[in-house]
């Protein structure tokens, strides 16, 4: 199960795009290639962001173009043709007909036809955006396009002056979230929030990492998500001070934390999910006391999340309390201030405290604008996850050894503030021992 696709909504976002543009300019989009995995065996597919953004297909081997003010139609699409023999094997394709039919193109041609026709497509253009170093192959394949136009320019005919990156406008394009997208981003956090309640539920000393996530994914699946938005981390005790643990092969032990940060992908869109509690089922007084330091600080940084404040803004305030929470507990020395400058608590908290969300889990979008961290805008996405990692060393009290915390959830930018779009999976520690109790 897929979100459905909705014509309109890509129509307006190539519509958008080529606003963006002069009326003698062209816009080229590759999707992603297959990848082999081993031997015979590809990974599981997945369509370039910036392709399905603008056209909702989701199959390989195909490439859009957009031509403002082309007679016969400003969206073309080069994709695969019908073929009964390997749709047996691999699977039913939309074909020409279907990618018109389906996805809204004008015209679609065959992709072995391309070297023919899109030359032909760019004569006479000012510009060519696409994403230059994206996928190399077919950067040489453009070049070749280009300079084979260049050859024939005695036929009076022009080639592109510039190759334009593509990104600078679609990444600002994409950065804001409209309803449409919304909606299918609620859906994901809500697989996402199910399944990270189920491996509360089932979670007990004696499970193995990858039982856990067992249990989890299933949830993902049942709830409508085809798959994963990137690899589960399911890391308990020490584990969870390994920031990105994949492994997931551990036997979870009594009086031990379990980490988990998953998410599920709907409609391409992730969610992404971190959520900390205890093996067996309550918090010992030392994790309760770093977990309280940690959901403060996620708290102090949610109220930074409104229109007009800064990127940086949420980021500081948790960094604020997690540096108090350390020293209360004397797992830093000195003043409050001078370990905020000297950037002290980084031995306990080393990554920052969001990053955009969409599309791809870590989303496009700069994050300073004119070397000024960007102000927040309604429609932007992305997460809220501070933490703490306080492995094992000699000059640590044993007590806090091997405690590993974050929590994690993601945020849209309202005009009234914000929406927490994963909130049903509990934060409250009293809550998650109760949901695991039951």
């Known amino acids: 199960m897929n979100a459905p696709f909705n014509a309109d909504m890509h129509l307006r976002r190539r519509q958008e795009l080529l606003n963006q543009i002069g009326n003698n300019d062209i816009v080229i989009v590759p999707t992603a290639a297959v990848k082999s995995r081993n031997g ?36 073309v699409i080069f994709c695969r043709e019908k073929d009964p023999e390997r749709e047996m094997w691999d699977g039913i394709r939309a074909g020409l007909e279907g990618a018109v039919e389906q996805c809204g193109a004008d015209d679609a041609f065959p992709i072995e036809d391309i ?22 192959e077919f950067d040489i394949e453009m070049l070749g396009w280009l300079n084979k136009i260049k050859e024939n320019r005695r036929h009076h005919k022009h080639a592109p002056y510039e190759l334009v990156d593509l990104s600078h406008l679609l990444f600002e394009q994409r950065l804001i979230k ?31 990492e990858y039982q856990v996530q067992a249990e989890m994914e299933c949830e993902f699946r049942k709830a409508g998500s085809p798959y994963n938005a990137y690899p589960s981390i399911v890391a308990s005790g020490a584990n969870a001070c390994i920031l990105h643990y994949t492994e997931n092969n551990a036997e979870l032990q009594a009086g ?59 980021h500081r305030a948790a960094v604020a309390v997690l540096t108090q929470g350390l020293l209360d507990h004397g797992l830093l020395q000195g003043s409050l201030d001078e370990n905020l400058e000297k950037q002290l608590y980084s031995r306990f908290y080393m990554h920052r405290t969001g990053h955009w969300l969409g599309l791809d889990v870590h989303d496009v979008g700069d994050y300073q604008v004119d070397d000024d961290w960007r102000e927040l805008e309604p429609g932007m996405v992305f997460t809220v996850e501070p933490g703490l990692y306080i492995a094992a060393a000699d000059d640590i009290d044993t007590r806090w050894h091997n405690i590993g915390i974050r929590i994690e959830d993601n ?16 934060t409250d520690p009293d809550e998650i021992e109760a949901l695991m109790a039951g």
């Open 40 to 75: 015979d065996v590809e990974y599981q597919f997945r369509a370039d962001s910036d392709f399905f953004y603008l056209t909702g297909f989701t199959e390989p081997e195909s490439v859009a173009v957009l031509i403002p003010g082309r007679e016969s139609g400003q969206y």
């Open 178 to 208: 409209r309803k449409d997208e919304l909606a299918i981003m609620r859906k994901a956090g809500k697989m996402s929030a199910a399944g990270h309640k189920r491996a509360m539920q089932v979670c007990q000393p004696g499970m193995f």
């Open 411 to 426: 945020v849209v930018i309202r005009r009234e503030g914000h929406e927490v779009l994963t909130s049903a999976v509990p």
């Open 115 to 136: 070297g023919d026709i899109l030359p032909g497509l760019m004569e006479e253009r000012d510009k060519v955006f696409t994403n230059v170093g994206r996928y190399p």
């Open 256 to 314: 031990d934390l379990l980490m988990i940060d998953a998410g599920a992908e709907y409609g391409c869109y992730a969610a992404d999910i971190s959520r900390t509690f205890p093996v067996s089922g309550k918090f010992s007084a030392q994790q309760r006391a770093l977990y309280d330091v940690v959901l403060a600080a996620q708290h102090a940084a949610l109220e930074q999340c409104a229109p007009g404040k800064t990127w940086d803004d949420p």
